[in-house]
């Protein structure tokens, strides 16, 4: 079961380590401002940029100045889709800039992503299954779904999110429910079960 989340973390985290590597600091200066995605104190932001000399491109965190490569997302860049940022994504900063949720709706089951800040760059966080905890309220198998997202809703405070979860069945209709997470300071991310 640890096996099971363990080593995706470990392969995102490689692949973040050399997707960063790759970005010198003129592609951080030359950078393109993702749309609102500014922190709440103004000190953080994603930035679309190139690799090396390369057509290879993402999306990381930087600071306004783009003087800083603060860690990379798995958000997928305008370059690569054509699609814009305002159709697809929600970036939502909680109220102290600490943590960051991210939705990009282009995969047919998406799913959020957690970011929060240490204290050299921001790193992605492990989720609980959220998509399992909708499927279980709403009395359905996940193999009845054609398609779901997670969209983050608001912070309530600095260590509790709202996230709407919405599918569609593969025979028709649609399903939606709100689940809480706790992301504390440092620790897990946990569902808050509902009372």
Known sequence: MKARFIVPVLLSLFASWLSAE???PEN???????????SPDKKHCLL???HSDTTQNSVIFSNPERSANLGHTSLTTVWSTDISYQKR????WSPDS????????LSKHSVLSVYRRGDHEFAQLVLP????????????DRGELAGSGQRPVRWDGSEKISVEVTAKRKSGGKLSTTVQLKVPKDGAIEVIKRS
């Open 22 to 24: 790759s970005v010198l």
């Open 28 to 38: 951080i200066r030359a950078g393109k401002l993702v749309p609102g995605s500014i």
């Open 48 to 50: 679309e940029v190139f």
């Open 89 to 92: 994504t929600v970036i939502l």
């Open 98 to 105: 600490a943590s960051v949720a991210i939705h990009d709706s």
């Open 129 to 140: 299954d959220l998509l399992d905890e909708a499927c279980r309220r709403w009395k359905v």
